[in-house]
């Protein structure tokens, strides 16, 4: 075999080594984004019973309000019939509990028809990429016994 077929085959290697370490980011990147949107879910879901449990007490009732750093004050709910809710885009509107509620409920199951849809891809990747490095180690083999003929 000529140097320069060799040198065209070794180019494929790196090709595809180039290819894997691309997979290899992609699904880094999927990963995080599951944990980003598993974590967020995770918001809602905390919101949704929270809600769902206030709206259940009688208002004249002490609840613990988070404020941030693990500290909590002690607070009366002037009005559970009616909470702020954001909409997207840093706007936020009044809307009713029963509103909130299903608002909340529908992004919680949005969040987690996208948590699996990445989770697939994930997948995905992972099987060609394992496909990918079976082929590189084959054709990196082929060029080892090649060459040292």
């Not at 509990?97 to 997948?123: F, N, P, W, Y």
């Amino acid at each position: 075999m000529s140097e320069e077929a060799v040198g065209s085959r070794k180019e494929s290697v790196d090709d595809k080594l180039a290819r894997l370490d691309f997979y290899k980011a992609n699904m880094q990147a999927a990963i995080e984004q599951v944990g980003f949107l598993n974590a967020v879910a995770q918001d809602h879901f905390r919101a949704l019973e929270t809600l769902k449990a206030l709206s259940e007490k009688d208002v004249s009732k002490e609840v613990l309000l988070p404020i941030g750093g693990d500290i909590h004050l002690f607070a009366a709910v002037a009005d559970a019939s009616r909470v702020i809710s954001g909409i997207g885009a840093g706007i936020s509107v009044e809307r009713d509990v029963k509103s909130a509620l299903e608002h909340l409920e529908k992004t919680i199951k949005e969040l987690a028809e996208k948590e699996v849809g990445l989770s697939r891809s994930v997948q995905q990747l992972e099987a060609e990429a394992e496909r990918l490095a079976a082929e590189i180690e084959k054709q990196y083999e082929q060029e080892t016994k090649k060459s040292s003929r």
